[in-house]
């Protein structure tokens, strides 16, 4: 093949899908609990999804920002107005790309706020905010810092816990970008009153506080933003993945607009065919919270998972995660890849997440018989585990 070496890639190929279903080109049926890593938020051939994408494909798919584009000022505002308080967007391609955004942000921030510029961002360990060179560097894992890759940008540091992050606060400090429930390290939700008492040090000091939504965001959680759970309005709150539903897109929204022309920009973001979709994902996921739909999924997804750790206690040591986010944590000694690897063979796919977490991250509007299937599966693979 002429790809990049880049991918472990389980050896399957898929041709089409429908709800939380996938079928690979011998039409094997194959229940996802991935939602392609959190992006398929609406599960996959979303009717109202596909009809917009192909009625936007008919018109216009792209004009580029030298010009104004209605369904991304429309997508901006609805924005806005799922959250509760006034904001503005910049939309990109990708979480990485929405995460640099913020990191400019701050660090320009930094520089119009105070006498003495500020640039320095502190990050959690185990933390993942993507893998561009500076985002590389605000990752809390020292394995994402090869020295094949440096020099790494300056002004990024990261600590164990909050407690540290907050001592740790100096002169040359603008902020605090953490993810509330993180995804690549361990789907660990951070502790409530810890990241409440970061807000409150941040504003005090006038500090920013960025909270990575690349994957908790878009209702993974059960809320919009998982910072509606934590109590708190970040100053800075990164999206992508569940956005648009699978088509590429990434958001960074601010409560004060501080940029000026030619500060950022992109020359394919937030065009006609992302912003389409985007807006039409985020109505219906609108919808689906609305109709307390979603929160009566979370409940019977979380409820089938604690069951799990109860019956098979030889292999998992506890349930972590929110909402739909959510991860099995294996005991010691257990090959979790072999369990991922037996899911696959069973026709069902499942994530990992760091050393030791199966990750579940199933389309949010999965059915009830779609959710029953998947765990019949699930338990099939965990049997022959412990054979």
Known sequence: MNLMNLFNRANISFVCGKGAKLYDDKYNQYIDFGSGIGVCSLGHSHKKLISTIQNQAKNIIHSSNLYHIKTQEKLAKLI???????????????????????????????????????????????????????????????????????????????????????????????GVMIELVQGEGGIKALDKSEVQRLAKVLKEKNLLLITDEVQCGMYRTGEFVTSKHYGIKPDVITFAKGLAGGVPIGACVVREDIFELG????????????????LCVLKELNKLKKSSKLDHTISEFNDGLSIFVSKYPKIFKEKTGLGLMLGLKVNDGVDFSKIYDLCIKNKLLILKSGKDILRFLPPLNISKKEIKEGFKRFKKALDEYEI
């Open 80 to 174: 806005s107005d799922t959250l509760g308080y006034k904001t503005y967007a910049f939309f990109c391609n990708s979480g990485c790309e929405a995460n640099e955004c913020a990191i400019k942000y701050a660090r320009k921030y930094g520089y119009v706020k105070f006498k003495k510029h500020k640039f320095e961002i502190l990050t959690l360990s185990n933390s993942f905010h993507g893998r561009t060179l500076a985002t590389l560097k605000a990752n809390g894992q020292d394995k994402f810092h090869p020295d094949c890759f440096s020099p790494y940008p300056e002004g990024f540091k990261f600590f164990d816990s909050i407690d540290e992050i907050i001592k740790n606060i100096s002169e040359n400090t603008v």
């Open 263 to 278: 500060d950022h920009g992109s020359t394919f973001g937030g065009n006609f065919l992302a912003t389409s979709a985007g």
